[in-house]
């Protein structure tokens, strides 16, 4: 079952991908605000390609579509930076791709880690409605003062609504890969195998048909989560190319 999804749950690098679609419906028909467009989607390019702890940074001079979007694409990277460390510090892609994993594997010994990480990933997929509350809070105060075009706010705020099911999905998801790792954690925690992960051996064979079974039910869960993550890539990739075209 070695399969790089339970390494893209613990850098949590294809979440940030729908950062770019915050922009998705906007910047169409107002020219002052191209500009701002542009190093909006520079920022966030360097926030999906950047490591553990990545931040849009805005600077002094920044435009108000790139401000509000360091607002809100802020407080997404805070709560996927927060499950990654979680993640990686209870070893859940370790245990769901099985790399490096041997019967002496100190992961194995906490598997109470990675259960954990369940209702914490279904946590996040809740905090979607905050990140629309807070769009619409700060933009309505920019649209205020004359900053920011109300179409642009408007167009902001479809482009984000259009990613909550996903977003919902793949966080959901999450908790559902949580789940199985820790019962496969269980079953590896009894230490009845030999070899390192991918190419174990059990040595008793009713543990062998409960990974089996736990490894069954994970495998269509991390389909569609990479199909999920494929998918927003690509539909990132689309929004910035229409935005730089601008």
């Known amino acids: 079952m070695r399969d790089e999804t339970g390494r893209g749950m613990a850098t949590g690098a294809w979440r940030i991908a729908p950062l770019a679609l915050l922009l998705l419906g906007g910047c169409q028909k107002h020219k002052a605000i191209e500009e701002d467009a542009h190093q909006t989607v520079t920022q966030l390019k360097g926030a999906m390609t950047a490591g553990p702890g990545a931040k849009i940074e805005a600077g002094a001079d920044a435009g108000p579509m790139t401000r509000l979007t360091a607002i809100v694409g802020n407080m997404i990277l805070a709560d996927t930076n927060s499950f990654s460390a979680a993640s990686s510090e209870a070893g859940l892609a370790q245990v769901i791709s099985l790399e490096g994993l041997t019967p002496g594997s100190p992961v194995l010994d906490h598997c109470d880690k990675i259960d954990a990480l369940g209702p914490r990933s279904r946590a996040v997929a809740a905090r979607y409605p905050v990140y629309l509350a807070t769009v619409r ?38 908790g559902e890969l949580a789940a199985g790792a820790g019962q496969l954690c269980r079953i590896l925690a009894r230490r009845h195998w030999q070899g390192t992960g991918g190419g174990e051996q059990f040595t008793d064979q009713g543990d062998l048909a409960e990974a089996s079974a736990v490894r069954g039910k994970l495998e269509p869960v991390m389909s569609e989560v990479n199909a999920i993550g494929t998918a927003a890539r690509a539909k990132s990739a689309e929004a910035m190319q229409r935005l730089e075209a601008h």
Do not use: C, H, K, Y
């Open 137 to 174: 809070s700060e933009g309505a105060r920019l649209v205020a003062a004359g900053e920011l075009p109300q179409a642009e706010l408007d167009g902001m705020i479809r482009g984000m609504t259009g990613q909550q099911e996903a977003f919902n999905r793949q966080w959901t998801l999450g």
